[in-house]
C-alpha cells in the first residue's frame, strides 16, 4: 500500500494538469477570440468617435482651455507666450501642461512645430485619452449591469452633448472628468470585476494634481471605500499613504523645477481661490444656481431618465448619487459658479440614465431617438457654431506674422477672449487687455475695467501718437461705437461671425481693423 500510494497521488494530480490543460484550450478558443474582437471593435469605435469628436469642435468656451495649458506649454518650450497672475502667484501646477510641452518639444526636435500641429495635437492627445475613458466605461458597465443595461447606459454617455462639447478640450476639468471615468473602473462598487486600489487611488492622486478641487468629487467615495474595506490598516498604510506622498512629491518637484523656487501648488490654489475668495472676482451666482441650472444643463436632455434611474437604481448605486449631491452641494458654496466645475460627475449620472432606458419597452425607441436627436442639435451647435469667432480670428492674425512688416496687434476686448501664441506659433508683438484680480492693493482696478470704463479716454491716453498706436485692432461690435472717433485712422478688414447670443461685452462680431490701409471687407 505504501507504494502504490504515491502512484494513486501522482495519478490524480498528473490528471488534474490535464484537465486543466483541456479546459484552458477550449476557453482560449472557444471565448477568448470573440472577447478580444468584441474589444477591438469597441475600441476603433471609441477612437474613431472621440477624434471626429475633436476636428467638430471648433468653438471656444473659457479661457483656461488655452491660457492654463497649450499657452503655458508653448512658453515652457518655445521660450515665448503669455503666463497669467496664477503662474506668478504658484497656484497652478505644471504638470498638466508639462504633457503638451513634452509633445512640442518632440515636434520641436523633429523640425516639425507646424501651427496646425501645435494646435491639433495636444487635443488630438486629450481625444485618445476620452476614447480610453470610454472603453473602460462600456466595461464598468458589463460588470455591473446585465449586456441590455450596458448597451443602453454606453448610448447615453456617448450621447451627451455637454461631454461632446468638453472632453476634448485642453481643460483641466476635462482631464478631470476623463481621469474620474477612468478611476470609476477600478473602484470597488458592488459585484465590480475590475476593481483595484492602487490603480483607482493612482488615477485620483493624479486628477488631484492636475486640478485639486477633484478631492470635492472623489472625498465621499474614499470614505465609501474606506468604510467597507475589511483591512483598512493595510488600505491606509499600503495604499492610502504611498500613493498620497507620492504624487504630492512628484508634483512639488516638477512644479519646483518650472518655477524655480519650492511651492505647493495644491495649497496655494486653496487658500487663494478658496480660502481668500479671488474665485468671486470672475463673478457670482446664486447658491442654488447647480441644482436649478448648472446640473440640469450639463445632463440636458437626459434628465428625466436620471431622475427615473435614480429611482430605480438608488439602493444599488447610493453612493454614485450621494456622490453627485455631494459635490453639488459643496460646489454650492463657492460664490464663483461655472458649468464646467461639475463636469465629472457627469459619468455618474449617465449609469443612472442607462438603467432607466434598459428598463423602458414600449417607448423606448421613440426616447432613444429623441435623446439622439437633441444632443446631436446641441452638440453640433455648440461645437461648430456657437462661440467660434475667438478662435476663427486668430488665422487671420497668423497671416500677419508673414504679410504685414512689423505688426503690433492689440486685441480690446474682455480679457483672455481669444487664445495667444499657441495659435499663431509666431512671436508677433500682441497685447490685450488684462485683468489680474485685487490680490490686496489699495484702491486697486485693473485694466479692462479701466478701458471699459471710457474706451476712447483711455485709447486717446494710451496711444497719444500716432506713430505709437497699434497696426491693428481686434474687437467685438458692440465696441465700434464707443471708440468710433479713434478708428476714423483705420479701416475695418475682416469681419467674422461669434454669437448669435451676443452677452454683455461680447458682440454677435468680430472685426479686425488695420491702421492707414484701404483695403476691401472679407466676411465670414
Known amino acids: 500500500m505504501d507504494t502504490l500510494s504515491p502512484r494513486l497521488r501522482f495519478g490524480r494530480k498528473e490528471e488534474d494538469v490535464k484537465l486543466r490543460k483541456r479546459k484552458s484550450q477550449l476557453y482560449s478558443k472557444e471565448d477568448e477570440a470573440p472577447i478580444r474582437t468584441e474589444v477591438l471593435r469597441i475600441a476603433a469605435f471609441c477612437v474613431t468617435f472621440r477624434v471626429t469628436n475633436c476636428f467638430l469642435v471648433q468653438s471656444s468656451f473659457v479661457p483656461d482651455e488655452y491660457w492654463q495649458s497649450v499657452e503655458v506649454a508653448h512658453h515652457m518650450v518655445f521660450n515665448y507666450g503669455y503666463l497669467t497672475w496664477e503662474w506668478k502667484e504658484g497656484i497652478r501646477s505644471f504638470s498638466y501642461p508639462f504633457i503638451f510641452a513634452v509633445i512640442y518639444k518632440i515636434l520641436h526636435w523633429l523640425q516639425c512645430d507646424s501651427v496646425h500641429l501645435v494646435i491639433w495635437l495636444p487635443r488630438l492627445l486629450q481625444a485618445l485619452v476620452a ?273 504685414v512688416s512689423e505688426p503690433n496687434v492689440l486685441f480690446l476686448m474682455p480679457c483672455h477672449s481669444t487664445p495667444y501664441y499657441s495659435h499663431i506659433h509666431c512671436p508677433l508683438k500682441m497685447r490685450f487687455l488684462e485683468c489680474p484680480p485685487d490680490l490686496g492693493q489699495a484702491g486697486y482696478v485693473n485694466e479692462a475695467d479701466r478701458f471699459y470704463y471710457d474706451p476712447l479716454l483711455w485709447l486717446q491716453t494710451s496711444f497719444p501718437h500716432m506713430r505709437s498706436r497699434p497696426t491693428h485692432l481686434v474687437l467685438f461690435d458692440i465696441l465700434e461705437k464707443d471708440i468710433s472717433a479713434f478708428l476714423q485712422d483705420y479701416v475695418k478688414t475682416t469681419d467674422i461671425f461669434h454669437t448669435h447670443f451676443p452677452e454683455g461685452k461680447i458682440g454677435r462680431r468680430i472685426f479686425i481693423y488695420e491702421r492707414h490701409q484701404k483695403t476691401g471687407i472679407s466676411q465670414q
Request: hydrophobic share 50%; net charge positive.
Open 131 to 403: 476614447a480610453f475613458a470610454d472603453i473602460k466605461f462600456f466595461y464598468l458597465i458589463r460588470t455591473l449591469e446585465d449586456r441590455e443595461t450596458a448597451k443602453w447606459t454606453f448610448f447615453c454617455h456617448l450621447c451627451s452633448w455637454f461631454t461632446w462639447f468638453c472632453c476634448t478640450r485642453t481643460l483641466g476639468n476635462s482631464v478631470e472628468a476623463t481621469i474620474t471615468c477612468l478611476a470609476l473602473a477600478y473602484f470597488p462598487l458592488a459585484t465590480s470585476k475590475t476593481h483595484s486600489s492602487k490603480k483607482y487611488l493612482s488615477l485620483v492622486a493624479l486628477a488631484i494634481i492636475f486640478r485639486p478641487t477633484a478631492l470635492i468629487v472623489w472625498l465621499p467615495l474614499l470614505i465609501y471605500h474606506f468604510w467597507h474595506d475589511e483591512s483598512k490598516l493595510r488600505l491606509v498604510v499600503h495604499d492610502y499613504i504611498p500613493i498620497g506622498a507620492s504624487a504630492i512629491v512628484i508634483s512639488t518637484i516638477i512644479d519646483c523645477i518650472f518655477y524655480g523656487k519650492w511651492v505647493l501648488v495644491q495649497f496655494n490654489f486653496l487658500k487663494i481661490n478658496i480660502l481668500d475668495g479671488i474665485a468671486g472676482f470672475y463673478g457670482t451666482h446664486p447658491w442654488h444656481w447647480y441644482f436649478t441650472q448648472g446640473l440640469l444643463v450639463i445632463v440636458g436632455p437626459h434628465v428625466p431618465f436620471f431622475i427615473h434611474g435614480c429611482y430605480l437604481a438608488f439602493r444599488r448605486y447610493r453612493i454614485l448619487l450621494v456622490a453627485i449631491i455631494w459635490t453639488v452641494a459643496v460646489y454650492s458654496f463657492f460664490p464663483h459658479k461655472e458649468f464646467r466645475f461639475i463636469y465629472p460627475v457627469l459619468p455618474f449620472c449617465m449609469i443612472f440614465c442607462g438603467v432607466s432606458m434598459a428598463h423602458m419597452r414600449e417607448w423606448r425607441r421613440a426616447a432613444a431617438c429623441g435623446l439622439l436627436g437633441t444632443n446631436l442639435f446641441l452638440a453640433l451647435y455648440t461645437g461648430l457654431i456657437h462661440q467660434r469667432g475667438t478662435l476663427d480670428v486668430m488665422s487671420h492674425i497668423r497671416i500677419l506674422c508673414y504679410n
